[in-house]
C-alpha cells in the first residue's frame, strides 16, 4: 500500500511539473543577459569589475606594448604573443601589442588584472568557433574591434516557474 | 607469469638459508600472491570507456551476479596539478589548480587560497570573507546538483537527470553574475575575491536561491520518497560507523554513517564562524543515506547564502593588494589549510621557500579517501547494485588523480 500511493505521488509530482513553465533556453534566438560591459580591472584599488569573462578588447591608444599581459599569461595559458603592429604610437615606442590564441585562453581574466593602463578589457562576446585554428587568432586589429551583442534574456520567476523571459 | 618472475629475484636477494632450498613449494615469499582462477568466477572491467564509471576503471570479480571482489583503478585523468604549481606564482596558480573539479572549482581552489594567504602574510578584509561563503556555498550547490543528476541517470531515473541540471542553471547565472565565468570562475584569489558584488546581485540572489530551494523540497516525492529508489538504494552498501572513522572517509560518506564532523563547525574559517546552520547526519550508512545527505546540505547551503548576504558588511575593499614582488621576502614555512567542499574535507598543504613558487603544493581530496571504503562496500553486493554504491560515495574520478 505504501508503495503504491508512493509511486502514485512521484508520479503526479511529474505530471504536476508539466503546469510549470519551461526553463529551457532557446539559444540562438535568446541570449543570456549579462551584467555590465565584461570583466574588467582597476588597478589603482587592485579589485575587478564584475562583468562576463568573454573575448577580450584592446584599446590601441592605451596599451604601451609593456608586456605585462603577455607575462601574465605565460603562467597560464601562453595564449598572449607580442606582435608587431605598424602604427607608430607615441606611447608605444616598439609598437608590440599583444594577439590572443582563443585556442588556447582559458577565460581566466588574469592578463586584464595585469594590465596597468586599462587597455585589455574583457567584453560580453563569447561566440568565438572557428572553422579553421587560425581564425581562433585574434590579431590586435580584431581585438579591438567592440563586438555588438545582443542579449537580452533574464531569469523571471513567478508563481508559474522560472523561465528566460 | 610475473609470479614466477618476483619469486626468483627474491629468492636471489635473500640471504640462502641452511633449512632447505628457499621456500617449500607451494608457499611463496611475503607480499607476493598467485591470482587464482576459478571457474565459476569471471573478471568483468567497467570502463574506463563506459559512461558509468567516469574516468576510472573498476576490475570486479563476479560469481553469478553478486560481486566477490573490486578493485578500483584510478589514475586515467591525472594532469600533474601539483607539480604545475611548483613553476608558478602564488597568483598564477589560480586558474589551473580550479581544474580538477570544475563544478566546485571555488571550493577547490579554497584551501589553497587560505594556505597562500597565510605565507603571504595577507589578511583577508571582512566583506571578502562573507563573499567567499556566498560563493563556495553556491558552487557547492552548483557541485552537488551536478552529482544528483547522475546519480539519478545512474539509477535509471531520467527525470532526475532533467530537474537538477535544469536548477542548476538558476546558481550558474548567479555565479555567471558573480564571477564572469560559468564554470570554471578563477574567482578566490590570495587576498580575497577577484571582483565586488555586481549591482543588484542580493535581490537576484535572493530570489532566485529562494526558488531554487522550492525546486530542491520538490525532488522529495519524486526521488527521495519515491518507492523504488528506496528499495535500490536502501540497505546496499552499508559502511558502519566504525568503519567510516576507520577507512578514514569523509564528507557526505561520513555523515551519513552517523559520524557528526564538519569542517565548516569544527574549525570555522573566513565567516562560516559567524553563520547560523546545521549539519544533516543520518545514521544508516547505506547508498540511500549517502544519497540524501547532500540534498540536505543544499537547503543548509541555501540558509548560509541568506544569512550571509544579510550579515555582510555593506561596503568596503574585497581584495588585499599584494605586494608587487614578494621576492625573497617569503618566509620558509610549511601550512596545512582544509575546507569542507562538496565532497567532504579538501586540505592543501603547501611548502613555501624563498621564491616567489611553492616549493611544493600537496592537495589532499575527499574522493580519493572515499574511495578506499569502495570495495569493502561492493563485496557480496549484486553487480546491479554497483552504479547506485559507487556514485554513492560521491565520488569525482578527475579531483582523486588530479
Ligand atoms: S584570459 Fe587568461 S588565458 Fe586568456 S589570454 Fe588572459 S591570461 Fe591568458
Ligand atoms: S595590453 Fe596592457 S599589459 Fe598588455 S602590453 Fe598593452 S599595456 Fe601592457
Known amino acids: 500500500m505504501g508503495t503504491a500511493s508512493g509511486i502514485i505521488r512521484a508520479l ?71 606582435v608587431k603592429v605598424p602604427e607608430g604610437w607615441k606611447h608605444n615606442k616598439k609598437s608590440i601589442m599583444p594577439q590572443i590564441d582563443y585556442g588556447k585562453c582559458v577565460f581566466c581574466g588574469l592578463c586584464v588584472d595585469a594590465c596597468p593602463f586599462y587597455a585589455l578589457y574583457m567584453t560580453n562576446d563569447y561566440e568565438l568557433s572557428s572553422f579553421t585554428k587560425e581564425g581562433l587568432i585574434y590579431t590586435p586589429a580584431q581585438l579591438q574591434v567592440k563586438p555588438d551583442v545582443r542579449q537580452d534574456s533574464e531569469i523571471v520567476i513567478d508563481e508559474r516557474g522560472a523561465t528566460h523571459g | 607469469m610475473d609470479g614466477t618472475v618476483g619469486a626468483a629475484s627474491a629468492s636471489a636477494a635473500a640471504p640462502p638459508s641452511p633449512a632447505g632450498a628457499g621456500a617449500p613449494a607451494g608457499r611463496l615469499p611475503p607480499g607476493l600472491s598467485v591470482e587464482r582462477t576459478d571457474e565459476r568466477i569471471m573478471t568483468l572491467n567497467v570502463g574506463p570507456q563506459h559512461p558509468g564509471s567516469g574516468h576510472m576503471r573498476l576490475v570486479i570479480q563476479v560469481d553469478g551476479d553478486y560481486i566477490v571482489n573490486c578493485d578500483p583503478d584510478p ?110 570562475h578563477a574567482y578566490f584569489v590570495p587576498g580575497g575575491v577577484r571582483n565586488d558584488l555586481p549591482a ?56 551519513a554513517s552517523g559520524v557528526d564532523f564538519d569542517l565548516r563547525k569544527r574549525e570555522p574559517y573566513d565567516a562560516y ?50 605586494k608587487p614582488n614578494p621576492k625573497g621576502k617569503l618566509p620558509h614555512e610549511e601550512v596545512y589549510r582544509r575546507v569542507e567542499s562538496g565532497r567532504g574535507s579538501l586540505g592543501c598543504h603547501i611548502v613555501s621557500e624563498k621564491k616567489p613558487e611553492p616549493y611544493r603544493v600537496k592537495m589532499s581530496v575527499p574522493s580519493f579517501r572515499n574511495l578506499i571504503c569502495m570495495p569493502n562496500l561492493l563485496r557480496g553486493e549484486k553487480l546491479g547494485n554497483m552504479p547506485a554504491v559507487y556514485w554513492s560515495l560521491n565520488y569525482w574520478p578527475v579531483e582523486a588523480d588530479r
Open chain 1, 12 to 82: 503526479n509530482s511529474g505530471v504536476k511539473h508539466l503546469a510549470v513553465k519551461r526553463f529551457t533556453l532557446r539559444y540562438p534566438e535568446e541570449k543570456l543577459k549579462f551584467v555590465g560591459d565584461g570583466y574588467q580591472f582597476d588597478p589603482t584599488v587592485g579589485v575587478g569589475i564584475a562583468g562576463l569573462k568573454g573575448r577580450h578588447m584592446l584599446f590601441h591608444d592605451h596599451c604601451t606594448g609593456c608586456q605585462l599581459c603577455s607575462i601574465a599569461c605565460e603562467g597560464v595559458a601562453e595564449a598572449i604573443a607580442m
Open chain 2, 75 to 184: 589514475g586515467y585523468v591525472h594532469r600533474g596539478e601539483e607539480k604545475m604549481a611548483e613553476y608558478r606564482n602564488y597568483v598564477l596558480n589560480i586558474p589551473h589548480l580550479e581544474r580538477p573539479v570544475i563544478h566546485d572549482s571555488c571550493n577547490v581552489l579554497y584551501p589553497y587560497c587560505l594556505g597562500a594567504e597565510d605565507i603571504l602574510g595577507v589578511e583577508v578584509p571582512e566583506r571578502a570573507k562573507y563573499v567567499r561563503v556566498i560563493a563556495s556555498e553556491l558552487n557547492k550547490c552548483i557541485y552537488i546538483q551536478y552529482w544528483l543528476a547522475i546519480y539519478g541517470i545512474f539509477l535509471g531515473h531520467s527525470t532526475m537527470f532533467m530537474w537538477p541540471a535544469g536548477d542548476r542553471e538558476l546558481l550558474i547565472d548567479l555565479m555567471e553574475k558573480l564571477t564572469g565565468a560559468r564554470v570554471t
Open chain 2, 200 to 255: 543588484n546581485f542580493e535581490d537576484a540572489c535572493l530570489r532566485q536561491v529562494g526558488y531554487f530551494e522550492k525546486r530542491i523540497k520538490e525532488y522529495a516525492d519524486i526521488f527521495y520518497d519515491n518507492p523504488i529508489l528506496v528499495s535500490r538504494t536502501a540497505g546496499t552498501g552499508v559502511l558502519s560507523r566504525m568503519d567510516a572513522v576507520r577507512f578514514g572517509t569523509t564528507g557526505s560518506v561520513l555523515r
Open chain 2, 273 to 322: 564562524g559567524e553563520m547560523d546552520f546545521s549539519t544533516p547526519v543520518l545514521k544508516d550508512g547505506d547508498s540511500y543515506a549517502r544519497s540524501r545527505v547532500p540534498w540536505l546540505d543544499m537547503m543548509e547551503s541555501c540558509r548560509i547564502v541568506r544569512d550571509a548576504l544579510a550579515k555582510m558588511p555593506k561596503s568596503g575593499s574585497v581584495r588585499t593588494k599584494l
